[in-house]
């Protein structure tokens, strides 16, 4: 068994939000974008949203334990 990853998550200067393996400088596993408009909306709490985003998709899905359960996955679905 592997040594479980230390992820952080990282506000950049741009605003975007990303999770990245802690201390590394290489490409992001996830990133998430708000736009001026939304950042407008959601004032200083654009990271706090960004963080429950990233939560949710490891907490609630079979995101990172590499099981595909396409079930579950269409019931969170939103258009």
Not at 39 to 62: P, S
């Amino acid at each position: 068994m592997s040594d479980p990853a230390v992820l952080e998550i990282v506000q950049m200067e741009d605003g975007e939000v990303i999770l990245r393996a802690a201390e590394s400088e290489g490409e992001p596993l996830l990133s998430i974008r708000i736009s001026d408009e939304a950042a407008d909306l959601l004032r200083d709490n654009r990271f706090e949203v960004a963080r429950e985003m990233i939560d949710h998709a490891i907490t609630r899905t079979r995101l990172w334990d590499g099981e595909d359960d396409e079930d579950e996955q269409s019931e969170g679905m939103v258009h």
